[in-house]
C-alpha cells in the first residue's frame, strides 16, 4: 500500500465473547495488528505485536477475554458483534477432546465428525475452528475436504484428506505444509456424475483408514470432514453415502432444521446427528464471487501468495511456475463420462451405477484450452504389457495438476502451466470441466495495471480521436464552400491528415487500455466522449443541437454505463497458441457468419441509397425511401467493422505484452496475419467513417458510430475472450438492458433532420 493513500490506522476494542467481523475486498490489502488481550482467528490463536496481512476474504477475529487490535487499511465492510456461536462449537470441542484423551489411552479410534449444510452457512469456518483448536491441545487430527467448489486443501474440484500438525496452523492462510492425498473429481458442482464423487469418496474414505491404522496418534485424534454445500437430490445422496463411507460418529448440521430432520432417519443408529446455528456474520456469497475464489484458488496453487510490495521487475508471486510445451504422443489426456445406463439394461439383480462410468481419451482440440488436469500416480494406476486400463483411472490419486494452455492440433503439439521444472510424474491426465482462465497470466515483470488504469487510458484516447474526427469533419466543411472544380479528394486534405493522427494517437491508447482490462468494460467506457462529440459539434462546427440529440446522446451514455458497472471485469492473457485456439471453436464460426451477414445487409443498403442518390437526386421520392438509412448505413457499417478491429488490437496487443515478458511470439506466421487483419479492418473503418462524416453532421455519424462499435465490441468480447462465461443473474439481466438502452439512443438520434443532404456521386467505394 501507499503509504500516502493509507487510510490512519483504527483501533478496534473488543469486548469478551465478541468479534470484529470484516471484509476486503478487490486488490485492497488490510493489516491487523494485536495490541493487547489474546485473539484469534477460526480458533487460530494472533500473536501480539505482529501484522497478519488479508486480501479478498471475508473473515471474524474472536476474544474470550478481550483485546485492542489495530487494523490499517481499507475495509469494505467493518463491525462488531456480541452473536457468536463458539460457546456451542467450544462445547462441542471440549467432548471431542474427552473423546480423543479415552482413545489415546485405551489405543482406539477417535471421533469422526462431519459438517454439514447449505452453501453459505459456515461450514468451513466451523471445520477450521474444531480443527485449529484440536491441534491446539496437541492433537494430530485428519482433515478431510469434501467440498469440490473450492477446495481447501487443493484446486477447485477435487477432495482430500491430510493429517495436521501444530505448524499446520495459520492465521492468514487456512492450513500450511500440508501434503494433501487427492482426488481429482474434475467438476465443481455435483450434478450428472455424482456417481464418480461417490466412488471417489469411498476410495479417500479406504485410503484415511489405512493411514489411520498405521498411526494409533493420529488415529486417537480422529477426522473432521468438510462437506459440500449441495444438500439437494444428488448432493443429498452423496452427502450419506460420505457419512456411511467415512463411518462418521458426529454429524454437524449448520442452519437447516429440514436436513437435520432427513438426517436423523437416514444415518445408521451409531451417527448422532446434532444441529447447530447458523452464524449471523456469514455472507452470502454471489455466483461471481464464488468463480473468482476458484479462480484465486487455481492461482495460489500456481503461483502462490503475492508478495507484498513487489519492487520493480521483481516477480509478484512467490512461485515460478514453469510452460512446457509437449507432442501429443508424450501424453494422454482422459475424461470421466456418466453413460446413464439405465438399470433395465444391466443383468437381473446386479444394479451397479459404477458401471455407467467410463474413462474415456479425450480429443485433443481447442476446447482443452485453460483447462485443470490431474497428473495421476504412475503407481495407481494398471499399466503393463498389454497397455493402460484407462478404467484404472476412476480410484487413481492425484500427483499434481497443471493448466492445459494451449493445444496446437496443426503441429500436434500441447502447452502446460506446471507447478515447476522437472519431467511430469507420469503420462496420464485427466481433465473435467474446470478451467482456469486466469492461469493464463505470465509473471512478465512488468507493472501490475489494473482497471482503473484502463479506464483512464481509454477515456484519455477517445476523447483524442473523437478530437480528430471533428477535424476531419470540419475539413470536409470547408471543401463544401468551394465549387466544384476546386474541391480535392479528402485524402489531398492536411487537415484531414492531421484529424486521422488524431484518432491514430488516440486508438493507440485505446488499444492500450484492452491490456489492462476486459474488452468488454472498456469499450463501454468511451461512449462518455459523446458529451465531447456534442461540444466539437454545435461550439465548433456550428451543427444545430436538438432535444433528440441530447436525450439520444444520454441514452447511449446511461446504456454504456450500466454495460461497464456489469461487464466482465477480469482481464486474461494470451499466448499464440490459446489465441488460435480461441478462432478454432464453433461459436466463433456462428459469430464470422453472422457478422458477415450483418456486413452485407448494410452494404446493400449503402449501395442502394447510392444508387438512388445518383439516378434521381437528393430532392427525389425514390432517395427518400433511404434518406434516414443512408447514414446509418455508413456508421453502422465504420463501427462493425471497427469492432472486429478491436478483436484483432486485443490479440495483437497481447503478443506484444507476452513478447516484452520474454516469450516472443512473433517467429510464426499467424502472428502476422492476425497484425495484417488488424492494419486491413482499421483502414477500411477509417475510409467509411470518412465518408459518413463527409456527407453528413457529425452530430448523427459520431455517436451512432459509437453504438455500433461498441455493441459489437463487447459481443465479439463476449464470444471470443469468453468473458461473460462467469455471468451472474444480475449481469445476465442488467448487461443486455444497457445494449438495449444505448440502441434506444439510437433510434432517437435517427430522427435527426441533416442540416445539408448527401452529396451526389460519392460511393461506399470512392476515394
Known sequence: MNSADEPAPERIFLKPNCEFRFEVQGGDDVLIRLKSGTA???????????????????LAIFTWHGCELLVTGKCSVSYTSDETPMASIVNIHTQLDRIRNDAWHAKGAGPRVLITGPTDSGKSTVTRILLNYALRMGRKPTFVDLDVAHGLLSVPGTIAATPLETNCMSVEEEFVLTAPLAYFFGHTTLKDISELYKFQASELAKRVDQRLANDAEVNAAGIIVNTSGSIDNEGYQALVHCIQAFRIDLVIVLGQDRLYSELTSAVPPTTSVIKLPRSDGVVQR???LRHQLRMDGCHSYFYGKKIPNAAPMQSLYEYSPHVVELSFDDINIFRVHDLSVSDVMLPVGQVDDLQRLRVLPAEKTGDLAHCIAAVIHKSSVKDDDIGLDPQSLLGASAAGFVQIKAVNVQTSKITLLVPCHGPLPSKNLVVGSLKFMEGTKMPTGLPNYDLATGIVVCLLGTTLSNFGLNIQKYSFTLQAHLPDAERRPYTALWQWWLGLSCVVVGSIGDFAALSFAAQSVIMPVGSFTLVANLFFAHFWLKERLTRNDLVGTVCICVGAVVVC????HESTSYTLDELIALYQRWDMVFYAVFIAAVLAAFTLLNVRSEAALQTHGADSTEYAVYRKWHPLSYAALSG?????????????GELIKQTLGGRNQFTHGLSFVLLAALVVTITTQTHLLAMGLKHFDSLYIVPVFTCFFITFSVLGGAVYFEEFKSYSVAQAVCFPLGVLVTIGGISILARREMRQPAAKGY?????
Open 40 to 58: 484469534e482467528l477460526f480458533g487460530a490463536e494472533l500473536a501480539k505485536e505482529r501484522d497478519y496481512r488479508f486480501r479478498k476474504c471475508q
Open 286 to 288: 454471489s455466483n461471481q
Open 565 to 568: 458497472i456489469f461487464g466482465a
Open 640 to 652: 462493425v467493422v471497427g469492432a472486429q478491429s478491436v478483436m484483432f488490437a486485443k490479440s495483437t
Open 763 to 767: 460511393l461506399l467505394i470512392a476515394p
